[in-house]
């Protein structure tokens, strides 16, 4: 092999590795974070019912450093004994009272409710209304650390005055700030209501 072969395997070889590189810093943490609840879920409805904890009733209050407060009740809920902070809950209610007088409200029929941080994964039916707005979809996340509700997946929204369907909605429920957008960058579809 001459020094030019060489060289050029060589770059090849970096190149690659470069490449192998920037997806795993970039591009596999994204991918790993939104499907790290939906393993969660899945590995606590799939696990042997010896296995879990059931709990009937449940009841939880907390508020945060800015005043909010945050009630989550469910008629029952199933958690690990190897993870007793992970709760999956079943038939939830949800109400967010914000430190402006504002009041959220969340139903689902099952939810996965962290007990040290309070964020909490809505799914199947999640319904959300606050100040005159409905949000239907299939998914929503409550991020305390954040302030911030994330209603995805199917999303229908309405008020008053127009109906919208979108892929996603961000609520900061500090600054009453919604996003409401689609995956894909096209066009929110918008239907005013006469």
């Known amino acids: 092999m001459t020094n030019k072969s060489i060289l050029q395997i060589l770059l090849l070889v970096f190149s690659i590795l470069i490449i192998v590189f920037s997806y795993k810093m970039y591009f596999e943490p994204i991918r790993s974070e939104k499907t790290k ?10 696990i042997n019912s010896e296995e879990l904890n059931i709990l009937k009733e449940i009841n939880y209050n907390s508020s945060d450093k800015y005043g909010n407060k945050f009630i989550i009740q469910s008629k029952s809920g199933t958690f690990k ?91 900061n429920f500090l600054t009453n700030e919604t996003r409401i957008f689609m995956f894909d960058k096209s066009k929110v579809k918008v239907k005013v209501i006469n």
């Not at 609840?37 to 799939?46: D, K, V």
């Not at 992970?86 to 409200?105: C, F, H, S």
Request: with cysteine.
């Open 37 to 46: 609840l939906e393993n969660e879920q899945l590995s606590y409805e799939n």
């Open 81 to 171: 004994n190897d993870n007793k902070d992970l709760i999956i809950m079943n038939d939830v209610n949800a109400t967010i009272m914000t430190n402006k007088n504002q009041i959220i409200n969340l139903t689902s029929e099952k939810a996965l409710y962290n007990s040290t941080n309070n964020d909490t994964n809505f799914y199947k039916n999640v319904l959300i209304e606050y100040a005159n707005n409905n949000i239907a979809c299939d998914n929503v996340d409550i991020i305390f650390a954040d302030n911030l509700i994330q209603a995805y997946n199917n999303l229908f929204y309405t008020n008053n005055k127009l109906t919208l369907l979108a892929d996603k909605a961000k609520i």
